[in-house]
């Protein structure tokens, strides 16, 4: 019994709970309810208001007709030519006095309605005021006649029967005589007879005289457009504005088409086509594994193959030596185990990174090859995101090497020629066009020998069209460092480290990734050797800043891929080079003098221990000229115009070598240099003056046309000094002295 009276407590304290919150919540929605209908009826009487103002001040207006203060005026009719065959029907209200109001005002039928629409006299007032108002502008006034002459615009009770744009009156072919007051009927009778000549259409009403109005401008929700009667709804000035893509806009002065972007749609790589597979066979494996066991046993060396790799070019044999074996005695039949296997040449790895063996790789008999599809055709390739995919080609393994340039952050490409330098500059272009848009990644392509490159001349992501001027791509180069610079200051202004968090906090102000490509870098810099300050430059600084650089070289000496670059450019490729210096040059350490050719390289990315063996991807004429011709018709390029001028300018006075003033000033301290050391070479001018390999040299072939110093000699002590301070002060420079 007590729990039941217990239970029947609690559900009445309940039940009053429950009713005193549904009554809390009933007041609330209550005087929210209040408080928004009052806001209702506070906005619907302000319109009301505004509305009731605004028809007070028409009916003003149209009882000023009544002040002698302004005097009624004849004003003349005329007609207006329209684009797209408009049909414009002119009427025009008028009074018979002063003393009467507008009785009626006739309108014509409208050529596209099928029914004439019969307006009351209360709907043409408020329809001819607010034609009035889109179609007038205001009146000048004469200082000796007094007399309103309107200015070349619609009349003000035009019915426009087409949305097209209405053409500006001052291009049709009506007389203007606002300069030509009208002082007496005579002379308004003759306007009026040369009006008569005119087509106009002859069921239109033309009143004999009308009445100037002030225009007052109606509220802003009645502003969008003109209503005649109650049926026909005609567009205002603003509203018949023609706005498509084929109207011409003028820009910095410029008439220019309006283009409409359309996105980008990245090349079908069905467009390459596939290379063809030769696969090892097992045999051949088997056999080659005998003889590499049977020649090393020869030699007193007992070891055994473990495992083979087969790639595209070569197959890897994993030699595990016996306990106590050194690996230098392995390494140094390197010649004998190419003899004994028939190959053209053998690459040896000791010890293979990871493993407790020795790497031989021999080339295969049947050689697949390896094309840009094969490589693209990848998941990583597909889904990678950010930065600047590339594909460079096959490895040992047979698996698809995807690097990113934007980590790299530089990269050296090397070989002699033929070997392979050219197809793989054409492959990284071709990756970034299957992989990235040109407001994501743009291009700077260098091209000393003017035939590699140009043909990418046009497409999208160019920054300018391919440099293949070297005044000009040094210019390129200094606008590249100050373009580096800028973005810097951006970046701390905004308070991030790099181009990618930037891009992430203002996806609306991206700065696009810039890939400089320079084809040839010892051309380069043999014909300016000032490139250099700005190449060390943007290695050393301009990663963060969205900036990258591939240089390509067949000449890999020390004064071409100087220490500077190599320091700044971590990441290498190496085709086949002649020599195991030029190899160490570029790799720092030997093992290109063995490649193969034909796309057979050596990459070294940054943070590798060893250079990885890549068989490069291939891409033909043909298919480069079809993917170029498709991005094409993607758009045109946006070529830089500030850069385009700063190089253009830079081109025509960049090379300081050749300026004759900044000439006569390194020639004069050249001569002080050569005297205080009583030496004359190339390298104490590169030393002192901090001026290239071939700069230095033409110091001192000009020395030695102006007798200053002797020919060159076979001995030791160099160059010989013919001339002293006085004679050099007598014939060249009047100021010239020696420390």
Known sequence: MTSILGLACVLGITKLSLREGLHKAKDKASVGLEIAQEKATETASAIREQVHEWREERRKAYDREKDTRYPKIEEDMFDIELESDVDVITEKTGAESTEKAIEEVQRTQVSNLEETVNPTPEEEVIASNTQMEADFTEMEEDDTTHNHIPEPELLEDEIVTSTSMVQALEDSPVVDR?????????????????????????????????????????????????????????????????DTAAVAVNTDGV?????????????????????????????????????????????????KVVNATQGPTVTRYELEPAKGTKVSRIMGLQDDLKMSLAAVDIRMEAPIPGKSAVGIEIPNKNVSAVHLRDVLDCEEFQQASGGIPVGLGKDIADMPVITDLAKMPHLLVAGSTGSGKSVCVNTL??????????????????????????????????????????????????????????????????????????????????????????????????????????????????????????????????????????????????????????????????????????????????GANKPIRIQGAFISDEEVEEL?????????????????????????????????????????????????????????????LRVGFSRAGRLIDTMQDMKIIGPPTNSSKGRDILMGEDQIRELYFPNFTVD
């Open 255 to 303: 008439a220019r088409p309006r283009t409409i972007e359309k996105p980008y749609q990245y090349p079908p790589l069905t467009m390459l086509s596939q290379g063809k597979s030769n696969p090892v066979t097992s045999e051949e494996v088997a056999h080659n594994a005998v003889l590499l066991e049977e020649t090393l046993d020869n030699f007193g060396i007992t070891a």
């Open 429 to 606: 272009i071709s990756s970034i066009l299957f992989s990235r848009k040109p407001d994501e990644v743009k291009l700077i392509l260098v091209d000393p020998k003017m035939v590699e490159l140009s043909v990418y001349n046009g497409i999208p992501h160019l920054m300018l069209p391919v440099v293949t001027d070297m005044n000009k791509a040094a210019a390129v180069l200094r606008w590249a460092v100050r373009e580096m610079d800028a973005r810097y200051m951006t970046l701390a202004t905004a308070g991030v480290r790099n181009v990618a968090s930037y891009n992430k906090q203002n996806p609306t102000k991206s700065m696009p990734l810039i890939l400089i490509i320079i084809d040839e870098l010892a051309d380069l810099m043999m014909t300016n050797p000032d490139v250099e300050e700005s190449i060390d430059r943007l290695a050393a600084k301009a990663r963060a800043a969205g900036i990258h650089m591939v240089l390509a070289t067949q000449r890999p000496s020390v004064d071409v891929i100087t220490g500077k670059i190599k320091a700044n450019v971590p990441s290498r490729i190496a085709f086949t080079v002649a020599t195991q210096i030029d190899s160490r040059t570029i790799l720092d350490q030997a093992g290109a003098e063995r490649l193969l050719g034909r796309g057979d390289m050596l990459f070294n990315p940054i």
């Open 628 to 688: 170029i011709a498709f991005v094409k018709g993607q758009g045109q390029p946006e070529y830089d115009e500030v850069m385009m001028a700063e190089t253009d300018k830079g081109a025509e006075s960049s090379d300081a070598v050749s300026s004759d003033e900044e000439q006569d000033e390194l020639l004069e301290r050249a001569v002080q240099i050569v005297l205080e050391q009583r030496s004359a070479s190339a390298s104490i001018l590169q030393r002192r």
């Open 178 to 242: 606002a300069e030509e007051p009208i002082t007496d009927d005579a002379s308004l009778q003759d306007i009026w007879e040369d009006r008569e000549t005119t087509d106009v259409d002859e069921d239109s009403y033309v009143p004999e005289e009308s009445i100037n109005l002030e225009p007052i401008k109606p509220p802003s929700f009645l502003q969008t457009t003109n209503y005649v009667g109650s049926l026909v709804e005609v567009p205002t000035i603003e509203t018949t504005k023609e």
